[in-house]
């Protein structure tokens, strides 16, 4: 599904990904965890197109991605949430959802090369019963999506995002993420800020995605979540790949566990203890 | 015993909507090294943001040598006396290195005092000696990290606040600026660092606490911390025992 | 050409440089600290100006005591701006003390015409006339006085910057505020000395400027703002030493450019200029790489909360009530309405483009003109009966609008005002200057009346509708289309346009069905009033129409159509109503615009 080949990225004199390779078979879950600063967010940029490598490919269902714009990757079914979750502040909670469904619009997308722009404003205007089908059918699907999360979101669904709690605006962020019908799913760190009764939902709904066959690429901090959840998890430290494997050995690996505690380990004797934690 | 030189009291800060610090409290003595410790998201780098006035908490109080600072103007927080090592360094990076030490010691007024700490400062720092006329910005980052340590000794601080000083440095290098801090500290100078790499930061400090989630979940002397094996779980998300 | 003139044009060249560095190195001081593009700064030049004046022509003072009291004058004046009206906007958004200096320069402007009157004046310059012939050019004593004081300025400022205490305040501040900050510097001290210290020097550039060409007015201190900007903007915003090889490179490049084609294509050269650096070196000729900012800084001015929703039956009622106003009997009443609704169209266009996209537009009156002149050479060389003219307009004005903004869609806040702007000012010198098609400076008279079904609508009622009709038709377009999915398209891309890529929104094709859609409303409204003026010329539609224009959006609420409409009627209508305030209207708009920004930056109705 996703191969992400020897991508690298520099700043200035700092290499914040160095020369990751990474493999997303459908229908699997892969964690990736490190560090503040190892270079997570940076390769999720990369993945999305928000971001150019500056070495390596990146290939989605077996075609080159590589330095493709967010907007034609989310044409592709890549969809995505942001570290600090960016939702359209001045947009309600079913517009913010609705935007999701954007690429699939066939309003948006008038089968008139040339001058589909001109097409798409007087679709817009005119509005002609297909396209009010198509939206309501969106409207449909999005409360739908809405629903996943319970009585979080359904009740405040014409409040602007802005009015939202933190937690709630992730919430709207995965569900607009997942009005994409994405074929791959890009999570940084979904349950940030949230405490622990949030936590457990979004694991649980994360869950429930990954039951469903989609197929997950996850940053995440806490990591009982990454791995309850996870087939396989990716460590970073200094933009390098540290470690990667199923959790049970990722989990025991003393690369991993330096690169959290720093270079002695502290405290308690064998990794074990830290197994019991997760 | 005498009265803490840094005292913050049940502070309560917020990010936007989240809140950040519950009822956050403690204290450094004068002469001690103390670490913040935790993982990411803990609230650490807002702690220190609280303690330099660039934030303002909700509720509570920062006290530092007996006078409130909350809700001081950051430059007046420094006049009063702390220094700042912040974290990803922050030089000016734009200016020389001596410009850089010589900005640390913008707040005071004494000629000939600011060259001799020049000098002083220069000795902990004999590296920075050659590189006195370089852009701080063509630096490594352990150089960098460095002239912010200088930088920060330079304004005659009695506390030296630290975020994050051994972040995205190499393993040589961490050892070099941990040696220097605790040189430092030897020197009368109080330190309040927050770290990350909770073992590094536990062989130089005399005590410390671990954040988590915006709350004190562990607290003690450094021995006494780097033996306990609640610390990891602090880390690694999992509950801590209570 | 011979040589001598060669050097002639080159000292002009020069000479002019000096005086935009004086102002550039202002602007980059204060984009350095405080990362604002200080649009009053020319109005304060213009102020030095008028000081200058005083005191050689009333006071009789010499130059030696002149330059100080310039100094001095203008420094104060750029302290109070920045304490009073700056500085309570540091937690505002960030194109919100942008949008501050903009009333404020339209305020001093005001002042500065009605202390001074808008006459130009003689500014004589009290040095002996002597010219030192170099070559086959001369020299003459004022331009040296220029040039040593260009140098002299920029030496001092070396200094200052190397080597004293606030000068190293000023550096490390621009470099990283927060990181001065805890170093112990003041950062409000240091911005308020670089507003002393950047004013102070554009007030002595106005002086020297009126010596120069011996000529002050109170309209002068725009185009002052505009070269300063180009010429930061080649340097590099907030690059000090850039500033001065920028200003010297504009400088010469004018001064080349009117030997070669003429003075009217001055200005042209400056903002064509401005134009392809933006689109290829944003960051300035001198600096190393192109850059894009980590977070979006996004431009838009909306505040958040929700409109003010109004029961349609108001509205319906409101609009029949509309119809009657011709029934008042005055024909005044009836042609200030007319008016008021002609710049609701604009309004509704602009609170289209800078509300609900978030592009904050300050060149929209360009927009106008080009409906204007469309309709008007449609009409009048085609014989095309006036209903078609003005839709014809409407679709030309969408097009060449679009065209022309589309280099500006991938700038970011400050950048896309000043690319607007300066698109807007290219309109009008194309316009100027393209004599063929548009005649010129001489503009174009006889232009036909409305008309409906071929029937001219020669009174002032008939005309009334006439707009009513198409400005209820626009508003109401405007108001089916935001309810489609390119509503919420559009205010995503606002909010957050990393997010609304994401999730397959392209940036460029959501952008451009805005301002086609804004252009041909306003195309429209440049079109029925040329047919109301009966007669235009390159100056109708000029750069204040478009501040008014976004005044009005502002108090309305941005994106709120009704809003665009209520702030019309009271913009523009109310000071005619009142008609002993009608001196007084631009300085009420500057007023208006610092309060809204202060106080109620969601405008009455809320933006949406």
Redesign the interface.
């Known amino acids: 599904m996703l191969r992400v080949q020897g991508v690298s990225r520099r700043f200035g004199g700092l290499l914040a990904v160095n020369g990751i390779d990474l493999e997303l078979r459908a229908g699997e879950l892969v964690s990736i965890i490190g560090p503040n600063g190892a270079g997570k967010t940076t390769l999720f940029n990369l993945i999305s197109g928000h971001d150019r490598p500056d070495g390596g490919r990146v290939t989605l269902e077996g075609r080159d991605v590589t330095g493709f714009s967010p907007e034609r990757l989310a044409g592709l079914g890549l969809a995505r949430t942001f570290q600090h979750g960016r939702v359209f502040a001045n947009l309600s909670v079913m517009d913010n959802v609705l935007i999701g469904g954007h690429t699939h619009l066939k309003a948006a997308r008038p089968a008139l090369p040339g001058i589909g722009a001109l097409a798409e404003l007087l679709l817009a205007l005119v509005r002609p019963r297909s396209v009010r089908a198509e939206e309501a059918a969106l409207r449909a699907e999005v409360t739908g999506i809405l629903g996943l999360f319970g009585d979080r979101l359904v009740p405040r669904i014409d409040h602007p995002a802005h009015s939202l709690s933190y937690a709630n605006r992730r919430r709207v962020e995965i569900a607009r993420a997942l009005a994409l019908r994405p074929r791959l799913l890009l999570l940084d760190e979904p349950t940030a800020g949230m405490n622990e009764t949030e936590t457990m939902e979004i694991q649980q709904i994360v869950g429930e995605l990954k039951a469903q066959g989609h197929t997950i690429l996850l940053i995440e901090h806490k990591l009982g979540m990454v791995m309850r959840l996870s087939d396989r998890v990716l460590v970073m430290d200094g933009g390098r790949a540290i470690a990667e494997g199923p959790p049970e050995r990722v989990r025991h690996d003393p690369a991993v566990i330096e690169a959290y505690l720093g270079n002695s380990a502290t405290g308690g004797e064998t990794p074990a203890e830290m197994a019991a934690v997760a | 015993m005498s009265r803490p030189l840094l005292e913050l009291d049940k502070i309560n800060s917020f990010y936007?909507?989240?809140q950040v610090h519950f009822d956050l409290s403690l204290h450094v003595n004068a002469g001690e090294i103390v670490c913040l410790l935790g993982?990411?998201?803990s609230g650490k780098s807002t702690t220190m943001k609280t303690i330099?006035g660039?934030m303002r908490p909700r509720s509570g109080t920062v006290t530092f040598d007996g006078q409130v600072i909350s809700g001081l103007?950051?430059?007046r927080i420094?006049?009063a006396g702390i220094g700042?090592v912040?974290e990803a360094r922050?030089?000016?990076?734009?200016?020389t290195v001596r410009?850089n030490l010589?900005?640390?010691a913008?707040?005071r007024n004494d000629a000939a005092g600011i060259r001799d700490d020049l000098a002083r400062v220069l000795g902990l720092f004999p590296r920075l000696h050659e590189r006195l006329g370089q852009r701080a910005g063509t630096l490594?980052?352990g150089e960098q990290q460095m002239v912010a340590m200088a930088?920060a000794l330079m304004?005659r601080p009695r506390l030296i606040c630290m975020d994050e000083p051994t972040?995205?440095l190499s393993?040589r290098f961490?050892d070099v600026v941990l040696e220097l801090i605790a040189t430092i500290n030897r020197e009368g100078v109080s330190v309040f660092m927050v770290e990350?790499?909770?073992?590094?930061?536990?062989q130089i400090a005399h005590r410390g606490y671990v954040l988590q989630?915006g709350r004190i979940a562990l607290s003690g002397p450094a021995a006494t911390l780097?033996?306990?094996?609640?610390?990891?779980?602090a880390?690694?998300?999992?509950?801590v025992a209570a | 050409m011979n040589w001598g003139t060669w050097l002639d044009y080159t000292v002009n060249g020069l000479v002019i440089g000096n005086i935009y560095a004086l102002l550039a190195v202002g602007l980059a001081l204060i984009f350095g600290v405080a990362n604002l593009i200080n649009f009053a700064h020319g109005s304060i030049y213009t102020v030095g100006a008028y000081v200058g004046w005083v005191c050689i022509t009333h006071l009789h003072l010499p130059l030696l005591l002149t330059v100080p009291l310039v100094l001095l004058a203008s420094a104060v004046l750029g302290v109070a701006i920045e304490r009073l009206a700056l500085r309570p906007l540091h937690n505002a958004s960030r194109i919100a003390p942008l949008l501050a200096t903009i009333g404020i320069s339209l305020v001093l402007d005001q002042v500065t015409q009605l202390v001074f009157t808008p006459n130009p004046r003689a500014l004589p310059s009290p040095l002996p006339d002597w010219r030192f012939q170099i070559g086959g050019g001369s020299i003459g004593t004022l331009d040296v006085l220029i040039l040593a004081v260009g140098l002299g300025t920029a030496g001092v400022l070396y200094a200052f910057l190397r080597f004293t205490k606030l000068g190293w305040a000023v550096r490390a501040t621009a470099q990283d505020m927060d990181a001065a900050k805890q170093m112990g510097v003041d950062t409000n001290r240091v911005n308020m000395s670089v507003f002393a210290i950047a004013s102070a020097l554009g007030g002595l550039s106005g002086m020297l400027v009126g010596m120069y060409y011996n000529n002050i007015d109170p309209g002068m201190s725009f185009d002052a703002t505009l070269k300063g900007v180009v010429a930061q903007i080649i340097g590099g915003m907030g690059n000090v030493p850039g500033a001065i090889a920028g200003s010297l490179l504009l400088g010469l490049i004018e001064s080349y450019g009117i030997a070669l084609f003429g003075t009217s294509y001055r200005n042209l050269f400056a903002f064509v200029l401005l134009i392809l650096i933006l689109i290829v070196r944003p960051n300035g000729l001198f600096s190393s790489a192109k850059e894009t900012p980590p977070e979006p800084m996004t431009g838009s001015f909306v505040a958040r909360g929700k409109p003010l929703a109004i029961p349609r039956p108001v509205l319906v009622a409101v609009a029949v009530l509309a119809v009657f106003v011709p029934f008042v009997d005055s024909d005044y009443v009836v042609q200030t309405a007319t008016n008021a609704l002609l710049y609701g169209l604009l309004a509704l266009s602009l609170t289209l483009v800078a509300g609900t996209v978030g592009m904050v537009s300050l060149g929209h009156a360009g927009l106008l003109a080009i409906g204007a002149y469309a309709s008007s050479l449609m009409a009048i060389e085609l014989g095309l009966p006036v209903t078609l003219s003005i839709a014809l307009a409407g679709v030309v004005t969408a097009v060449i609008g679009t065209l022309l903004v589309f280099p500006a869609f991938r700038m970011r806040g400050h950048y896309v005002s000043i690319a607007t702007l300066a698109i807007g000012q290219i309109v009008a010198l194309v316009i100027l200057n393209w004599n063929s098609l548009t005649r010129g400076p001489i503009g174009i008279s006889g232009i036909p009346p409305l008309s409906f079904a071929g029937i001219p609508l020669y009174d002032a009622p008939q005309a009334y509708w006439f707009v009513l009709v198409v400005v209820v038709a626009l508003a109401l377009l405007q108001a089916r289309v935001l309810s489609s999915h390119l509503g919420r398209t559009w205010r995503a891309l606002r909010d957050d346009d990393v997010a609304a890529r994401a999730h397959g929104i392209a940036t460029d094709r959501y952008k451009a069905m805005a301002f086609a859609f804004g252009g041909f409303g306003a195309g429209v409204g440049g079109a029925v009033t040329a047919h109301l003026y009966s007669y235009i010329n390159h100056e109708t539609f000029n750069a204040q129409i478009s501040v008014l224009a976004l005044t009005i959006a502002i108090l309305g609420g941005l994106g709120n159509i009704t809003g665009a409409l209520l702030g019309s009627v009271l913009l523009v209508g109310l000071p005619e109503v009142f008609r002993g305030l009608a001196e007084y209207r631009m300085l009420i708009y500057g007023v208006v615009l610092l309060l809204l920004i202060r106080v109620r930056p969601q405008g009455l109705l809320g933006t949406a």
């Open positions: 936007g909507p989240v993982g990411n998201a330099l660039l103007e950051t430059p420094i006049r700042s912040p922050r030089l000016f990076g734009a200016m410009e010589l900005m640390g913008f707040i490594s980052g930088r304004g972040m995205g393993p961490v990350q790499n909770a073992s590094l930061a536990l989630t780097a033996r306990d094996p609640r610390i990891r779980d880390y690694l998300g999992g509950e």
